[in-house]
């Protein structure tokens, strides 16, 4: 019998699992961006948001293969917020495993309610 | 400032929000904003931005602790989730057309709220002194948990105000940026009539789905700046961990009253800031 207890310690895995990786190339794409723009002044006090090359997934992966540090921080940005998404769509394979329709249904509606948000136009 | 200065700072101001947060039980995610808007004169929606990433980050990584207790509620958690982000989406949508000092204002509002939460508090709750809840037992959410006298079984009631308040929840974190783990442990403990301890790990749960419900549509608005969401994250994860690796000592009782002062004065800084158009 595939438990619920059993299910949540295969999510918390998952969930520590991508929140190392999205650490480890925001690390790796922090050091590239202090390195190369570490002498150049910062300018958060006026929103003007971001350039749109950073805004969207195929963007930001354009970013990443041009090797840009700002790109690759946001890549990490990217895996931290797929993180989460990946644990519901895992609930999503557990409760159908679990033959646990109702479940599999409310699942998938969070699913489809985060698919939402991420989609380009939000 | 330059920003080799600027990320060093930030980080070592969000370790410091991250670890007391944890250590505390407060949680740092609600101080993040306040942090970046006052002590280093960031837009508010840059702020924003970079604290919803650092929530999902907090939120993900205490989540395998947390499971092996065997505490938190899987099937509550997703049932709620659908009210949090909901709410998230809703709020995300929104914070666009809010001006800046009206966020200010209610974050500020939220930080006078979350100076009274509860961080750690007896369980009184006994099975029997429920009212039973037929759609909790339709649902399968009735479960038990590890308590202090062995494994105790416990109900759900009230799933509608519950789902409710989660909504708001979802639409506080969506608008401002935070994981509104209080108002969350708030539906589930005192509304659903869930054990504290079932309470708090499945809201760690659920915050991070929030956080990323909202995200996205940050993400495609610009509001999540690399240079800043990367100092703020990493500083507010390694603080986290180390304030978790810490066990909870009477300094940590002193330092939890502390914290509750700090956050008290950030929440009317944020709503004079606001008032007064300086943000």
Redesign the interface.
Known sequence: MYS??K???Q???L??A??IL??LI??A??IL??MR??????A????H??PAA???IGGILREVRAGS???V??L???T??????M??AF?VYGFSRQR?W??TA??L??LL??A??????? | MTNQLFSAAVFGGSFVAGFVGSLTGLGGGVVIVPLLTIAFGVNMRYAIGASLVSVIATSSGAAAAYVREGFSNVRIGMLLEIATSLGALIGAAVAAFVPTAGLAILLGVVLLGSVFAPAHKEDTKTPRAQEADSMGARLGLNSQYPGPHGVTSYSVRRIPLGFGMMGAAGMLSGLLGIGSGAVKVLAMDLAMGLPFKVSTTTSNFMIGVTAAASAGIYLHRGYIDPGLAMPVTLGVVAGSLLGARLLATAASGRLRILFRTVIFALGVEMIYNGWTGRL
Do not use: K, W
């Open positions: 619920d207890q299910m949540e310690n999510m918390g895995s969930l520590r991508g929140v999205s650490c925001m690390l794409g922090g961006y202090v723009h570490g002498a150049e002044h910062e958060y006090s006026i929103f948001g971001e950073l805004e969207s540090a700002r790109g921080i946001q990490s940005v990217l931290m917020i797929a993180t989460p998404v644990r519901v609930a646990q109702v479940f409310i699942s509606t969070v309610l985060l939402f948000g991420l989609s380009e136009r939000g």
